[in-house]
């Protein structure tokens, strides 16, 4: 339902992304998994190599279901797109930008 204003609302986000500096914010979903309804927010630097993101956030925080098994993830999908995860490479260089969410299965 939209929200009509009685007065200009004139105020920058909070989260836009020249507060972050080199760092960003990157949601992830693990689809299916009826323990995490939603996408968690992680910040996390733009240079960071995608395997090192699943192994020091991604893996941490979906541990916490104990059906979770590392080598089951699989899938994963930037937005409703396929992504061509490459361990070594940069959230940055695969498109990964600030307020992206990460989708994958497992």
Do not use: T
Not at 1 to 16: H, I, N, Q, T
Not at 42 to 65: K, L, Y
Not at 75 to 95: K, N, Q, T, V
């Amino acid at each position: 339902m939209p929200v009509k204003a009685l007065y200009e609302y004139e105020f920058p986000s909070a989260d836009r992304a020249e507060l972050f500096g080199d760092d960003q914010l990157v949601y992830v979903h693990w689809d299916g998994n009826p323990l995490f309804c939603s996408a968690a927010c992680f910040r996390v630097p733009q240079a960071m190599p995608f395997g090192e993101f699943v192994a020091q956030i991604v893996a941490p925080w979906a541990g916490s279901d104990p059906d979770f098994d590392p080598a089951a993830v699989r899938d994963w999908r930037l937005f409703d797109e396929p992504l061509a995860a490459d361990d070594i490479r940069s959230l940055h260089d695969l498109g990964i930008g600030h307020k992206a969410l990460l989708h994958f299965s497992a």
